[in-house]
């Protein structure tokens, strides 16, 4: 959807149904991009998934999101991180069971 001179976004879901959104500033002469750890920017990106390494590709292709460290979370699997680049920007982890859908 486009709001003219404003954004164009959209809301989508993965395969495994976690949805997310996407988006794209319109405004003209918009202030630059704060950077990266500054207040008021998404500083994690976190994913319960039904099944984090069968969904993994769907993210690389889509972001270029790259592994990073894997944690050892214990009876709860491994929380894996990702990077765009400079740094981890997020993890991923099955959700547990208490959990009822991916997100």
Known sequence: ?????????????????????????LIKDAPPRLPRNAPGNIGWHELYATDWQAVWSFYEKLFGWAKTTPVDMGPMGTYQLFSAGDGDIGGMINRPQQVPVAY
């Open 1 to 25: 959807m486009t709001i003219e001179g404003v954004i164009t976004f959209a809301v989508a879901a993965d395969p495994q149904g976690a949805s997310f959104l996407i988006a794209t500033p």
